[in-house]
């Protein structure tokens, strides 16, 4: 489900790939595929993997372009492309539909039926030396069946290019929905809900052991129901997570806030949403309040210098190894930016991001809240922003000691899907070129087996 307006391969986005305020990746080799001086790529077609193949998603089973991605053996022949939504570091991502390649006319004529495949040109990349990452972005997506995550619909290999069939996300991504606001923030309302969205897809990450390691306004894409999507794993790690069941003790008991904050009464658990009377066994029922389900790859180690400038954490910054805190970090600088329309260590230059990262305190727009409820994401942010990684609220417990905040009171973090978001897009009706001939006739086009670069 993918589109984003970000200058890496996660841009997806009919409306934000032209986006002149886009940040790049830390990764080493920045140029993207798409400037590699081929005007037309020619494809050989090689056997496919059957959807079939792909493993069952039951969070997709109402979801009816995954329906009807699955009902056939699928090669390149079978999509009609109508233009390239997105190009990146590792490859370029097109928006397509389906049709019959026998007759080559669309399938499904309505809004429901549109794709984005993303083509990796192997040899480009293995120059680059970032085969790796392509393989792990692969890897990562055929293992996620989540609501705020993406799904592998298919894949197919031809000739020397690797595709992947994944959702298409109409609404855009946040970074271009925060600048269509008013000094380019959202309210605080609107900041919470979308911080709430992306702690519950990291948390299902973190179960997993993956650290996502590229969190920012520009991967997390925007739904056509208006929920969220994260996207973008190719610099991602996989390490591993224990689950167990540990005390809930107060956030942070030796790092105090920098705002007085008045604590809840009773911590939201796990199981917060579901009724006593649906636990008939009396020992479930004794379930303690205080008790926090906890999956974290606290293990996980990488030295990897990764990430975007303005979001990587004080420990990427100074070359140290990193495990799974810089996700939380960049977390806190994602509900900054959400809020106050910026991040809080950007300088003139990317160095100079680097060094405020490693040496700026982190200060805020005003010297005091405007509201109880900016209190609290105040103070939320400054325990995710403490440069001490092993004090970094969320580095020990994860989700859980996040989801227990303030600034989330009030909120179902187990239902929040079933939420209304603050904007629902729906899906944009954009004109589209077919690749080709430039007609506009999409259900007539002679079958073709190259790709445009443009």
């Excluded at 806190?332 to 930016?337: A, D, K, L, V």
């Excluded at 809080?344 to 490693?358: M, S, V, Y």
Aim: aromatic residues 10%; glycine residues 6%; charged residues 20%.
């Amino acid at each position: 489900m993918l589109e984003s307006g970000s200058g890496r391969d996660s841009g997806m986005s009919l409306e934000t790939l032209n986006s002149n305020t886009q940040r790049t990746s830390l990764s080493s080799g920045s140029e993207s595929i798409c400037s590699t001086s081929f005007s037309r790529l020619s494809f050989d077609l090689l056997p496919s993997s059957s959807p079939e193949s792909l493993s069952i998603k039951p969070h997709r089973s109402s979801d009816f372009a995954y329906t009807a991605i699955r009902k056939s053996g699928l090669t390149f022949r079978d999509f009609h492309l109508l233009r390239r939504i997105g190009a990146g570091d590792i490859g370029t991502v097109y928006l397509c539909r389906l049709r019959d390649s026998s007759s080559n006319e669309l399938l499904y004529d309505d809004n429901t039926s549109f794709y984005a495949m993303k083509v990796v040109d192997k040899d480009a990349v293995a120059l680059k030396k970032k085969s790796h990452r392509a393989e792990m972005e692969r890897k990562i997506l055929k293992m996620l069946d989540h609501p705020f995550l993406p799904s592998l619909y298919a894949e197919f290999e031809a000739s020397h290019f690797s595709c992947i069939v994944m959702e298409f996300c109409s609404g855009g991504d946040l970074h271009s929905l925060r600048h269509r606001h008013h000094r380019n923030r959202f309210s605080l309302s609107s900041a919470r809900f979308y911080a709430a969205e992306v702690l519950v897809a990291l948390e299902y990450l973190h179960m997993l052991g993956i650290i996502y390691r590229d969190l920012k306004p520009e991967n997390v894409l925007v739904r056509s129901d208006g929920h969220i999507m994260l996207s973008d794993f190719d610099l991602s790690l996989i390490s591993h997570a224990i689950p167990a069941v540990e005390s809930s003790p107060d956030i942070s008991p030796d790092d105090p806030p920098e705002f007085t904050c008045t604590r809840p009464r009773s911590i939201a658990t796990p199981f917060a949403c579901l009724s006593k009377q649906l636990f008939r066994s009396k020992k479930v029922q004794s379930f303690q309040s205080n008790r926090l389900f906890v999956a974290e790859p606290v293990e996980a180690r990488s030295c990897s210098f990764v990430g975007t400038h303005e979001y990587v954490s004080p420990e990427v910054a100074s070359g140290n190894s990193h495990g799974n805190a810089v996700d939380w970090w960049s977390f806190g600088i994602f509900i900054y930016e959400m809020v106050y329309g910026r991040t809080p260590f950007a300088g003139p230059t990317n160095e100079a991001t680097l060094r405020n990262i490693i040496k700026k305190p982190l200060c805020f727009p005003t010297a005091t809240p405007s509201s109880a409820l900016e209190m609290h994401a105040r103070d939320l942010v400054s325990r995710l922003l403490n440069k001490d990684p092993s004090r970094r609220l969320g580095s020990k417990r994860g989700a859980a000691e996040v989801k227990s905040h303030p600034f989330f009171v009030g909120l179902n973090l187990a239902l929040i899907r079933m939420v209304t978001p603050p904007e629902v897009p729906g899906l944009r009706r954009q004109k589209t070129t077919p690749l080709g001939n430039g007609s506009r006739s999409s259900s007539r086009q002679q079958p073709a087996s190259s790709f445009d670069y443009f």
